[in-house]
């Protein structure tokens, strides 16, 4: 497995903007696919956004035009910028890593809460 330590979350109001970050401890972090995912009270854990290796992004329906999801390979990191955000974004964002052969990995996840 490799280490994962999401960073970034707190509580802003609806339209405020946060930026999430994850930092891993893996020396072939290119070879993996990186992503967010979230979970609400109540509801199942959902897959926000996702980053192969060769950079190509792909986004849940619900944040689409408003989440960027980039990785920097020397860094070793994924992030996510998350702009106009809504009440509806509330939630704990884990960080995961996955790639052939070996089980995902995930991080402890860091709280956020979009709220007036």
């Known amino acids: 497995q490799v280490q994962l330590v999401e960073s970034g979350g707190g509580w802003v109001q609806p339209g405020g903007s946060l930026r999430l970050s994850c930092a891993a401890a893996d020396n072939i972090f290119r070879q993996y696919i990186m992503a967010w995912y979230r979970q609400a009270p109540g509801r199942q854990r959902e897959l926000v956004s996702q980053i192969t290796s060769g950079g190509r992004e792909n986004y849940a329906d619900s944040v689409k035009g408003r989440f960027t999801i980039s990785r920097d390979n020397a860094k070793k990191t994924v992030s996510l910028q998350m702009n106009s955000l809504k009440p509806e974004d509330t939630a704990v964002y884990y960080c995961?890593?996955?790639?052939?052969?070996?089980?995902?990995?995930w991080g402890q996840g860091t709280q956020v809460t979009v709220s007036s």
């Open positions: 995961n890593a996955r790639r052939s052969f070996v089980p995902p990995s």
